[in-house]
T-cell receptor
Framework: KAGVTQTPRYLIKTRGQQVTLSCSPI?????VSWYQQTPGQGLQFLFE???????NKGNFPGRFSGRQFSNSRSEMNVSTLELGDSALYLC?????????????FGPGTRLTVL | KNEVEQSPQNLTAQEGEFITINCSYS?????LHWLQQHPGGGIVSLFM???GKKKHGRLIATINIQEKHSSLHITASHPRDSAVYIC??????????FGEGTQLTVNP
């Protein structure tokens, strides 16, 4: 089975722009979670989607949004980029939501905001 | 106080040594995950625990639900084990809350 894929792998944007990141989960997985990793804050949960519905949301401003499509692929969008949004954005997929289930991480998208 | 506390933050060992990384948490969980992150960012899931003990090769993970504590052990450490090890607890849904990570360096 192919692993979790994320595109693009690297991205450079300027303040005020918006960006869309994509995540394709492992085939058959319906849950996709997004995480932000920065040197100062570490890994933080952004949101989780399951069967096209947002199930959980972390403590991030409304500039961060996401969606999931019927094929379980997910996108996250960040509008009005700020310097502090520079981070590694990771997505993880699992076969179900809730309960003990292994999460499989993608390679991440490294976003740099200038 | 963070919901997930890991210790130590940094660990340097000689090849062959036995290594222990500890994780304490303060919230109710459905599972605890041990993750490995190499330079470049990729994260690999090592273990998922909801009780007891699991072993995979030279790695052993244990959890004590009553004490809200977990340990990751590496036996006969090797330089290729050098990485950041992260403890994460799973709450509602698939949401993970992470510890700060332990940077492990194993010298030959």
């Amino acid at each position: 089975k192919a692993g979790v894929t994320q595109t693009p792998r690297y991205l450079i944007k300027t303040r005020g722009q918006q960006v869309t990141l994509s995540c394709s989960p492992i085939s058959g997985h319906r849950s996709v979670s997004w995480y932000q990793q920065t040197p100062g804050q570490g890994l933080q949960f952004l949101f989780e989607y399951f069967s096209e519905t947002q199930r959980n949301k972390g403590n991030f401003p409304g500039r961060f949004s996401g969606r999931q499509f019927s094929n379980s692929r997910s996108e996250m969008n960040v509008s009005t980029l700020e310097l502090g949004d520079s981070a590694l954005y990771l997505c993880a997929s699992s076969s179900r939501t809730g309960g003990a289930d292994t999460q499989y991480f993608g390679p991440g998208t490294r976003l740099t905001v200038l | 106080k963070n919901e997930v506390e890991q210790s130590p933050q940094n660990l340097t060992a000689q090849e062959g040594e036995f290594i222990t990384i500890n994780c304490s948490y303060s919230v109710g969980i459905s599972a605890l995950h041990w993750l490995q992150q190499h330079p470049g960012g990729g994260i690999v899931s090592l273990f998922m625990l909801s009780s007891g003990k699991k072993k995979h090769g030279r790695l052993i993970a244990t959890i004590n639900i009553q004490e809200k504590h977990s340990s990751l052990h590496i036996t006969a450490s090797h330089p290729r084990d050098s990485a950041v090890y992260i403890c994460a607890v799973q709450g509602s849904g698939s949401r993970l809350t992470f510890g700060e990570g332990t940077q492990l360096t194993v010298n030959p």
